[in-house]
């Protein structure tokens, strides 16, 4: 069965289009009018292996803050949507992800319940015209509307670039593996029988 899902929202800020599939091959067809985003996002899902196509529009007139935050709510859609019920899935996964001096640790759990545990500083408000805030907003909006836990460290780093691309990098290993078939597990990965 294919591991897939089509999300579209449209709101007075946004308007959102994207198909998600797990089990891809890192290719990726983005455009969201904000470019070191757009480049976050492409890692995502080489780093994943996913296949992702997503456009977005928002009031960038105002900030990106919309269209990053209802991208995060439609992927979290998107990827709740794909791992079904969750038979047979890993459930957890983790990475670190080294670039250059930054060294990041993302660790996942498709638990059904979203949070996210983030520690992190970034040296510089802006990459290009990208505010550092929206981050987190990103992240939140993710594992919220994902129902997964998410936990993302920033263990060192002092090029604001690099971090955020260790956090992305590091996002996409541990989804992917966590999303990932395991064979050794047989039904739900849970003692309760439901995540």
């Known amino acids: 069965m294919a591991r897939t899902a089509k ?25 969201t009018e ?10 995502w899902v080489k780093h ?27 992927l979290g859609k998107a990827v709740r949507e794909a791992l079904g019920d969750k038979r047979g899935i890993t ?17 996942v759990d498709y638990s059904g319940r979203g949070y996210l545990a983030l520690e992190a500083d970034f040296p510089s408000q802006k990459v290009g015209e990208f505010d550092t805030e929206l981050v987190e907003e ?14 993302v460290r920033v263990l060192t780093g ?19 593996q966590a999303a990932a078939i395991d064979d050794k597990v047989q039904g739900i990965p849970s003692t309760k029988g439901l995540l």
């Not at 904000?34 to 890692?43: A, K, P, T």
């Not at 992702?52 to 529009?57: D, F, G, K, T």
């Not at 993710?142 to 836990?149: D, I, K, M, P, W």
């Not at 971090?163 to 541990?174: N, P, S």
């Open 34 to 43: 904000v470019g070191f985003f757009d480049h976050m996002l492409n890692l």
């Open 91 to 107: 459930r957890y996964g983790h990475a670190f992800v080294p670039m250059d001096e930054a060294l990041v640790l993302a660790v």
């Open 158 to 176: 002092r090029n604001t670039h690099h971090i955020i691309e260790a956090i992305f990098k590091a996002l996409g290993r541990a989804m992917g």
């Open 48 to 74: 994943g292996g996913f296949n992702l196509e997503l456009y977005a529009q928002g009031d960038l007139c105002v900030d990106a803050h919309h269209t990053v935050e209802d991208v995060g709510i439609c």
């Open 7 to 31: 999300i579209e929202r449209q709101t007075t800020e946004t308007n959102v289009s994207l198909n998600l599939g797990l089990d891809g091959a890192g290719v990726a067809k983005i455009s």
């Open 138 to 151: 990103f992240l939140r909006a993710l594992a919220v509307n994902g129902e997964f836990t998410l936990h």
